[in-house]
Antibody, heavy 119, light 111 residues
Framework: EVQLVESGGGLVKPGGSLRLSCAAS????????MNWVRQAPGKGLEWVSS????????YYADSVKGRFTISRDNAKNSLYLQMNSLRAEDTAVYYC????????????WGQGTLVTVSS | QPVLTQSSSASASLGSSVKLTCTLS???????IAWHQQQPGKAPRYLMK???????NKGSGVPDRFSGSSSGADRYLTISNLQSEDEADYYC?????????FGGGTKLTVL
């Protein structure tokens, strides 16, 4: 069974940093591209970042480019999101999401971790 | 960059059927999309991948009541024999070379 378990969320002040983690199991992690997708309170889904299976290709939404860094450790079956210079508008539930074998769309979601940016 | 347009809300009666629409922007009518369901207070759940031809592949455990179809730039999610647990937000998603795109979501109310 595919499982994605996020951790690392919490309350942080504007300008602060946070590192999210996603532990993957139930599939060959090193064979799949992965994504971070967020959802602000009461809002829709917003794609944040993607990373290919071997980390060769990395992409970011314009809203986080230059502030967030996605990475992965295939030996540890783990995905990460380093978030710096956090803003109030980054407040959201952050989901780890696996891309399907074509790499085109999400086919599994984690349960999410809440990040709150507030003074 | 593709844009996905969804109606903000829809409603239908228990036991009836409903067809939700996701419309691809001009120049992107051939794109493959995915449908996701998000029940209140829960994480999203993948429902299916849907091609422009109307061919679709559902995720593990998705009931037979859920089906997909396509017409031009429109991608549809049909839910038959509506159950109370189908009351949820439904999002479509697509992909371009460097990013994922989500529609704004449709909130489905089961009457």
């Amino acid at each position: 069974e595919v499982q994605l378990v996020e951790s690392g969320g919490g309350l942080v002040k504007p300008g602060g940093s946070l590192r999210l983690s996603c532990a993957a199991s139930g599939f060959t992690f090193s064979s799949y591209s992965m994504n971070w997708v967020r959802q602000a309170p009461g809002k829709g889904l917003e794609w944040v970042s993607s990373i290919s299976s071997s980390s060769s290709y990395i992409y970011y939404a314009d809203s986080v480019k230059g502030r967030f860094t996605i990475s992965r450790d295939n030996a540890k079956n783990s995905l990460y999101l380093q978030m710096n210079s956090l803003r109030a508008e980054d407040t959201a539930v952050y989901y780890c999401a696996r891309a399907d074998s074509s790499g085109m769309t999400v086919d599994y979601w984690g349960q999410g971790t809440l990040v709150t940016v507030s003074s | 960059q593709p844009v996905l347009t969804q109606s903000s809300s829809a409603s239908a009666s228990l036991g009836s059927s409903v067809k939700l629409t996701c419309t691809l922007s001009s120049g992107h009518s051939s794109y493959i999309i995915a449908w996701h369901q998000q029940q209140p207070g829960k994480a999203p759940r993948y429902l299916m991948k849907l091609e422009g031809s109307g061919s679709y592949n559902k995720g593990s455990g998705v009931p037979d009541r859920f089906s997909g179809s396509s017409s031009g730039a429109d991608r549809y999610l049909t839910i038959s024999n509506l159950q109370s647990e189908d009351e949820a937000d439904y999002y479509c998603e697509t992909w371009d070379s460097n990013f994922q795109v989500f529609g704004g979501g449709t909130k489905l109310t089961v009457l």
